[in-house]
């Protein structure tokens, strides 16, 4: 039976517990110093990309559980065909045995409309080494296999679409939070917004850089150079929730989107992506490297080489380039 399990964020923050965590940010003082409202938006923005990539995931989910129930529909409905034809046939021939004879046993079962004397004859019928009848019983088994199936993906579906629709409302509250954080943004100059709306808390500046340079560091393979240069032509494009381009990415949207322009199909969520390929160390990260930060892997960036990454960093912020060190770096794979 296909069984997709959700991801929870149990390694990093729960769905109810990042709500709770930014509690008292909404009640946040207006007058609060540049360094605070920093760091309460960079938490905000920390909480709604977990949130994000759990939805993320969600999605997938019930995408592939709904693709297997498509699965197991049509199959039940050629294995209900296949039992149809084989009555008929055997409704033919009970018309002519009947003329002749009367209705054999197997022939008497299969036109039974009671569905608990079909099954105890049929198990006697089986016993008894009718040939016909045991055909019977296994297309009827067959079909019952499928609509138990069927009925255990329909649960499953229906248990996906509710977490799916748990992490929606999850982003609709850190949302209602970044909302509040707009609005102590909007207390404070030009200059101190732009600072606040830097890269996390007590990190440099991201570079500028809209542009990749005249010359790419060399990558590691062919498909690692064209992962590069689809995230380099990326530069300046907007953060969008749960984007996977080519007009707005969100963090595992880019990384996703670029290998699958190098020929390589990679999950959709950074801590699924975290799995995909070969670990490296920090010392050995190429340029086409996926580098994974914080503790529960929910940012996810490509190293292009010479200390920098490119990544779709969050709202309100375009894909960019940063210091690979500019967060907790926590793990880096090498796909393909």
Known sequence: MYRKPIRTAATTLTLAGAASALGGVALADPQASTAEVRERVDALHHEAEVATEEYNAATEAAGEARREL???????ARRTAELNRARD??????SAEYRAAGLPAAVQLALSSDPDEYLVRAAQLDRSGDR????????????????????????QAAALAEAEHAARD???????????????LATLSESERAAALAEESGAPRAAAASQ?????PEAPSRRAAAAVAFAYA?????YGWGATGPDAFDCSGLTQAAWRAAGVSLPRTSYSQADAGTRVSRDALRPGD?????????HVGMYVGE?????ASRPGTPVRLAPVDSMPLVAATRPG
């Open 234 to 238: 990326q530069l300046g494009k907007p």
């Open 212 to 216: 990749a340079p005249a010359t790419l």
């Open 307 to 311: 200390g920098q990454i490119i990544h």
């Open 170 to 184: 999850q982003r609709e509250r850190v949302e209602s939070r970044l909302a509040e954080a707009e609005r102590l």
């Open 290 to 298: 996926l580098v994974f930060y914080y503790s529960g892997l929910s």
């Open 70 to 76: 498509d699965r197991l529909t049509e199959e039940a």
């Open 132 to 155: 016909q009848a045991r055909a019977l019983v296994g297309v009827q088994d067959r079909l019952r296999d499928v609509e138990r199936l069927r009925a255990e993906a329909e649960e």
């Open 89 to 94: 046939a055997l409704g033919s021939q009970a």
